[in-house]
């Protein structure tokens, strides 16, 4: 039954994926509201004995993970067996993500692991995508990426931060052009080129990129599998 979008359904869906946890596995700790709930939840379970060690995907999920007492690894020193990434909008398995402005170590976490399971609440799910794409661009290359943008009919605007003045710097010194596409209907095509764009860092659309999509409904979950 869809829902509201609600902090309740969000819980339900990391605890639905935060059952695929188990002894030995090394975990990749996606960022924002959901994953902050998923972490929370294997927290819990490290106290009680489960052994893990996790792969943070920003500071936030860094600063969390360090509060709730999950041992952390780096991917120089392991691989992943799990990731557990949140979204801001899904259509089927295709994702977008960079609301946190976190996508790019998201992508890198996200993709390295063996099974990539996302969790959102009943409002992410769409029959397409629609909503804006962010980009992590290289400072100096700001107006360049802009302009490549414009020339694909893209609609670009520097994401601006909020209690300081001027833009979002992201967890890697780099700014967030959210780029409006209007609805997205060829995004493997989007992602393919804006990954060819000098100065683009990385961008949130993650095509094709999920094995498990862990959704909170009104009352209850639902889970589809790629
Ligand atoms: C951060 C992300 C987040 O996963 C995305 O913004 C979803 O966040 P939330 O669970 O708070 O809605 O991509 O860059």
Known sequence: MKGDGSDAEKKRAAESAATAVEDGMTVGLGTGSTTAHAIRLLGDRVEQGLDIRGIPTSFQARELAVEVGIPLTSLAESTLDVAIDGADQVAGSVLLKGGGAAHTREKIVD?????LLIVVDSSKVS??????????VLPAARTTVATRIEDIDGDPTLRAATRKDGPVV????????????????DPQNLS???STVPGIVEHGLFVDCADELHIGEATGVRVEQF
């Open 170 to 185: 992201t967890d890697n010194g780099n700014f967030v052009l959210d780029c409006a596409f209007g609805t997205i209907d």
């Open 192 to 194: 393919t080129v804006l």
């Open 111 to 115: 993709t390295a692991a063996d099974r």
């Open 127 to 136: 029959e397409r995508l629609d909503k804006t794409v962010p980009i992590e």
